[in-house]
Nanobody, 116 residues
Framework: QVQLVESGGGLVQPGGSLRLSCAPSGSIFGISTMAWYRQAPGKQRESVAVMSSGGTTNYADSVKGRFTISRDNAKNTVYLQMNSLKPEDTAVYHC??????????WGQGTQVTVSS
């Protein structure tokens, strides 16, 4: 089955930056939204950034002004630019695409650790 594949996670110091990438392993059609979620140990999964098919974006208050979701249609790839990273941003980040039938496609998750 088609899955999303993330890359770009890793270990960074507070104040540093990372860019996560997400692309499908196969063909996915009729996408309505693209999003990034994260889950830290002992916490619920939360949505951090969402982009509609029309390009409208929404961000969680905790990341607003620091994170940017974008896409490259030619490469069929969605990105999450993460700037001014804080220790509380440490989590497993998952890419999510939803089609017009409300079927969800998920990535395997990539670890982001912010620590000095």
């Amino acid at each position: 089955q088609v899955q999303l594949v993330e890359s770009g996670g890793g270990l960074v110091q507070p104040g540093g930056s990372l860019r996560l990438s997400c692309a499908p392993s196969g063909s996915i059609f009729g996408i309505s939204t693209m999003a990034w979620y994260r889950q830290a140990p002992g916490k619920q999964r939360e949505s951090v950034a969402v982009m509609s098919s029309g390009g409208t974006t929404n961000y969680a208050d905790s990341v607003k002004g620091r994170f940017t979701i974008s896409r490259d249609n030619a490469k069929n790839t969605v990105y999450l630019q993460m700037n001014s990273l804080k220790p509380e941003d440490t989590a497993v980040y998952h890419c999510n695409w939803r089609d017009w039938r409300t079927k969800d496609y998920w990535g395997q998750g990539t670890q982001v650790t912010v620590s000095s």
